[in-house]
């Protein structure tokens, strides 16, 4: 009789978990387009964007973010001396 009960609550916390869960990952994505749509405001930002993401594809190093981190710095160094 006990084992019945723990298995309902079990599952009506497990439903409730997911909801929060599917909260969370919308807020998350709601956050992400809003920063994207103050980051890309330019053709520089947006190239910028698509080549990390490409980079981040194609190579799957533990120090791409390093990599893709310094040649963003210095392109857009290189761009603002320009």
């Not at 497990?14 to 869960?21: A, C, N, S, V």
């Not at 807020?27 to 920063?35: F, H, K, P, Y």
């Amino acid at each position: 009789m006990r084992s019945f009960f723990i298995k309902i609550f079990l599952k009506t916390v497990r439903t409730f978990l997911d909801g929060i869960t599917a909260g969370v990952a919308g807020l998350i994505a709601a956050d992400v387009l809003d920063i994207l749509g103050q980051i890309l405001i330019s053709k520089l930002t947006i190239g910028i964007f698509i080549a990390s993401l490409v980079f981040l594809f194609l190579y799957k190093s533990p120090y791409a973010i390093i990599w893709i981190v310094l040649m963003g710095g210095l392109l857009s160094t290189i761009v603002s001396v320009i």
